[in-house]
């Protein structure tokens, strides 16, 4: 059984307050789940690292992110190929670095509702979606993106398979299963959820090396 606690006016009849249910799969790592079904060489401690787990203290994985104007295509993947291998495997760790980093290059989307928010701009030159009217400071929790977070149905893809390359980890690994929220809309959500309506992103060939391999927007040609 699981409990439920919303916050912030949920269950005031003059508001809208919806729940989205989401699940993971992944391996639970065991010697049989390893490449080479050992767990002790140099490839299977590395993907031991990288399974989902809750953390054994509450610190949050490290991360650095690009700088402004991006970079080249080869120095994206030492950064990132570093941030991978200094995983620390006492900290929780749900989505993947690759798709917080997707998350730090995406612009932020500008149709959303601020409120009195002033997004400021994050080191890359412009606000990403790390940052929300919710999360305005653009604060860090692991590798969560806060506007895929925030906003639901979300507009780029949102399933993640289970091969770890760069492609598959720049989506999130949560997978729709419920949405609680007001019925007039369950049309709208079954549409627009990713399980059923696939997403599309931009992402600009590796032959570009004088900028990033992803794109700011996801309208950019």
């Known amino acids: 059984s699981s ?11 003059k508001l809208k307050c919806n729940i989205v249910m989401q699940y993971m799969c992944m391996s639970n790592g065991t010697d049989a789940d390893y490449p080479h079904n050992r767990g002790s060489n140099a490839a299977d401690v590395f993907k ?19 700088g402004r104007g991006g970079e080249r295509y080869d120095a994206f993947i030492d950064r990132m190929k570093k941030l991978e291998k200094n995983i620390n495997k006492n900290r ?8 917080y980093d997707q998350c730090r290059y995406r612009e932020a989307n500008g149709g959303l509702f601020r409120a009195d928010q002033k997004l400021r ?9 790390s940052r929300t009217r919710q999360n305005p400071g653009g604060t860090r929790r692991g590798y969560e993106c806060p506007e895929e977070r925030d906003y639901f149905p979300y507009w780029v893809p949102t ?3 289970e091969n770890v390359d760069e492609e598959s980890q720049q989506r999130t690994p949560w997978i729709d299963v ?13 549409e627009n ?29």
Not at 121 to 129: C, E, F, Q, V
Request: glycine share 10%; with cysteine; aromatic share 12%.
């Open 121 to 129: 701009s994050d080191s890359i030159g412009y606000t990403t979606a």
């Open 159 to 161: 399933y993640q398979t």
């Open 48 to 66: 031991n690292k990288i399974y989902m787990r809750d953390g054994n203290n509450r610190n949050r994985q490290k991360y650095s992110a690009p």
């Open 193 to 221: 959820s990713f399980n059923r309506n696939a997403k599309h992103r931009c992402v600009l060939t590796k032959d570009l090396t004088d900028t990033r391999p992803y794109g700011r927007s996801i309208n950019e040609a």
């Open 178 to 190: 419920a949405w609680l929220g007001d019925k007039s809309r369950c049309n709208y959500i079954k």
């Open 3 to 13: 409990g439920i606690n919303a916050e912030y006016g949920g269950g005031n009849p």
């Open 92 to 99: 929780g760790l749900h989505e993947s670095v690759w798709w």
